[in-house]
């Protein structure tokens, strides 16, 4: 059994210790039998526990399943610098909503394939290795937040390489793997480094795309603290804009396409054609799959609560 928490542990605990605790105060200032005051007590008791363990998501592992696997390693290559966070995808949305889902459909297009994460800002980190665990891949790019202003230096497309090529040389080790890349930025350039060749990594990819993300004309950025990150050059809210210019040079040397992204279904063509080139086979026991048990308890406090109400209608409460 293993859990995944809605909400963290250490904030819903305080939050139902203290509806417990306001209930359990009211409950015995009641003038009413002892009887009277231990069962409500003990229903809200068992609610709050009921609570407590779905927000939990308990999940079992099934080790010995069936599953549907492809010869293919898809390494996704994320900017996580503060522009990632303009407001110009799809509207006025924070380009990196457009990331998240564009992964998600990429995912689900390419089920039994594996997948790894790299994230990079002021420095690359490996989020996820190579895994055919899918949730677990989801969950490294929920832990992808935007950076605090004051900790943002500036962005350098070069510093994921060295991660980038430990995991394409890893994966190049796997006998009969198509390798894929789907870098995902917006090409803005503020620091000093200038862009470096990716074309020694070229040999180690077999397909994918540099997909950019951004309008041309731009989008602000919010800084956290209420308001939106300032251009002390300008005097005004700073603006970040694609730079389609790098992402293509870091396509072209990778030797894969540029797309710039407006939309998750614009990489559709890509993925049939990483699909349609990469060959499908079925394992028993080769990866684990999670399965939800939450609805038990929830079908059991639906019960509890519909109980409690009829209990407060009887009593002429509502």
């Not at 200032?29 to 779905?54: C, E, Q």
């Not at 503060?82 to 407001?87: C, D, F, H, R, V």
């Not at 790299?118 to 490996?126: A, G, H, L, M, Y």
């Not at 059991?300 to 209608?313: K, T």
Request: negative net charge; aromatic residues 10%.
């Amino acid at each position: 059994m293993v859990t995944n928490p809605v909400i963290p542990v250490a904030a819903a605990l305080p939050i139902l210790a203290v509806i417990l605790g306001a209930y359990v105060f009211v409950t015995v200032r009641k003038k009413d039998s002892a009887a009277g005051k231990i069962f409500p007590i003990v229903r809200m008791v068992l609610i709050v526990a009921l609570i407590f363990v779905i927000n939990l998501r308990p999940m079992t592992k099934d080790y010995n399943t069936d599953v549907e696997t492809k010869n293919v390693d898809v390494l996704f290559v994320v900017d996580t610098t503060i522009s990632m966070w303009a407001q110009d995808y799809d509207g006025n949305d924070p380009r990196m909503d457009g990331v998240i889902e564009t992964a998600d459909r990429i995912m689900t297009d390419l089920k039994g394939s594996s997948f790894a994460l790299v994230r990079f800002d002021n420095r690359s980190q490996i989020l996820m290795p190579f895994t055919q665990d899918k949730r677990s891949v989801k969950d490294a790019f929920d832990t992808i937040k935007a950076p605090d202003i004051w900790y943002a230096n500036g962005t350098a497309l070069n510093t994921p390489m060295e991660d980038m090529r430990a995991l394409l040389e890893s994966s190049a080790k796997k006998e009969d793997k198509t390798t894929v890349v789907f870098f995902m930025s917006d090409g803005e350039i503020t620091g000093e480094e200038q862009l470096e060749s990716f074309a020694e990594l070229a040999g180690l990819v077999d397909g994918g795309a540099v997909l950019g993300f951004g309008t041309e004309s731009g989008g602000k950025m919010k800084d956290g603290y209420g308001g939106y990150v300032y251009d002390y050059e300008n005097y005004g809210d700073a603006v970040s804009s694609i730079d389609e210019a790098n992402l293509r040079a870091v396509a072209s040397d990778l030797g894969i396409d540029y797309i710039h992204l407006t939309s998750p279904t614009r990489v559709d063509s890509t993925v049939r054609a990483i699909k349609a080139s990469s060959s499908t086979s079925r394992d028993k026991g080769r990866a684990v799959l999670y399965n939800d048990t939450y609805y038990y308890y929830a079908a059991v406090l639906i019960l509890l609560l519909a109980a409690e109400g009829y209990m407060m209608i009887r009593k002429g409460r509502l």
